[in-house]
Protein backbone atom coordinates (compact mmCIF):
# COMPACT_ATOMS: atom_id res chain seq x y z
CA UNK A 1 0.00 0.00 0.00
CA UNK A 2 2.91 1.94 0.66
CA UNK A 3 3.96 1.87 -3.20
CA UNK A 4 0.92 3.05 -4.25
CA UNK A 5 0.55 6.04 -2.77
CA UNK A 6 3.71 7.52 -4.30
CA UNK A 7 2.99 6.08 -7.42
CA UNK A 8 -0.50 8.04 -7.82
CA UNK A 9 0.90 10.97 -6.88
CA UNK A 10 3.59 10.71 -9.69
CA UNK A 11 0.99 10.37 -11.81
CA UNK A 12 -1.70 12.65 -10.62
CA UNK A 13 1.24 15.58 -11.23
CA UNK A 14 2.24 14.14 -14.47
CA UNK A 15 -1.35 14.32 -15.71
CA UNK A 16 -1.70 17.92 -14.61
CA UNK A 17 1.59 18.91 -15.86
CA UNK A 18 0.71 17.69 -19.40
CA UNK A 19 -3.10 19.57 -19.07
CA UNK A 20 -1.19 22.63 -18.16
CA UNK A 21 1.08 22.30 -21.23
CA UNK A 22 -1.31 21.65 -23.14
CA UNK A 23 -3.69 24.48 -22.28
CA UNK A 24 -0.83 27.39 -23.02
CA UNK A 25 -0.10 25.77 -26.33
CA UNK A 26 -3.81 26.46 -26.91
CA UNK A 27 -3.65 29.87 -25.78
CA UNK A 28 -0.88 30.76 -27.80
CA UNK A 29 -1.71 29.31 -30.82
CA UNK A 30 -5.40 31.16 -30.25
CA UNK A 31 -3.74 34.36 -29.51
CA UNK A 32 -2.33 34.47 -32.80
CA UNK A 33 -5.34 33.61 -34.70
CA UNK A 34 -7.19 36.74 -32.93
CA UNK A 35 -5.01 39.00 -34.78
CA UNK A 36 -5.01 38.74 -38.22
CA UNK A 37 -4.49 42.53 -38.84
CA UNK A 38 -0.95 42.64 -37.35
CA UNK A 39 1.71 43.64 -40.03
CA UNK A 40 3.74 41.04 -41.73
CA UNK A 41 7.71 40.90 -42.47
CA UNK A 42 8.70 42.13 -45.89
CA UNK A 43 12.04 40.25 -46.50
CA UNK A 44 14.65 42.14 -48.71
CA UNK A 45 14.29 40.07 -51.93
CA UNK A 46 10.14 40.56 -51.70
CA UNK A 47 10.65 44.16 -50.75
CA UNK A 48 12.92 44.82 -53.74
CA UNK A 49 10.96 43.03 -56.69
CA UNK A 50 7.72 44.54 -54.88
CA UNK A 51 9.69 48.12 -55.05
CA UNK A 52 12.85 48.35 -57.00
CA UNK A 53 12.31 46.33 -59.84
CA UNK A 54 11.96 48.66 -62.27
CA UNK A 55 15.58 50.09 -61.85
CA UNK A 56 16.76 46.67 -63.13
CA UNK A 57 14.83 45.74 -65.24
CA UNK A 58 16.30 44.88 -68.74
CA UNK A 59 19.66 44.84 -66.66
CA UNK A 60 22.10 42.22 -66.35
CA UNK A 61 22.33 42.14 -62.70
CA UNK A 62 23.21 39.68 -59.92
CA UNK A 63 22.06 38.65 -56.65
CA UNK A 64 24.69 37.81 -53.89
CA UNK A 65 23.00 35.18 -51.40
CA UNK A 66 23.24 31.68 -50.01
CA UNK A 67 21.82 28.58 -50.21
CA UNK A 68 19.05 29.03 -47.62
CA UNK A 69 17.96 32.95 -49.78
CA UNK A 70 14.44 32.29 -50.40
CA UNK A 71 11.34 34.06 -50.24
CA UNK A 72 7.98 34.10 -47.58
CA UNK A 73 6.78 31.04 -50.13
CA UNK A 74 9.96 29.04 -49.51
CA UNK A 75 11.50 29.86 -53.58
CA UNK A 76 14.91 29.51 -53.75
CA UNK A 77 16.30 33.35 -54.24
CA UNK A 78 19.56 31.90 -56.40
CA UNK A 79 17.58 30.94 -59.41
Not at 57 to 69: A, D, E, F, H, Y
Request: charged fraction near 20%.
Amino acid sequence: MNKVKPMFFYLLFTIVMLLLTASVVLKQSVNQESHPDEKMVVLGVENFLRNHLNLVKGKKVGLITNPSGVDRYLNSTAD
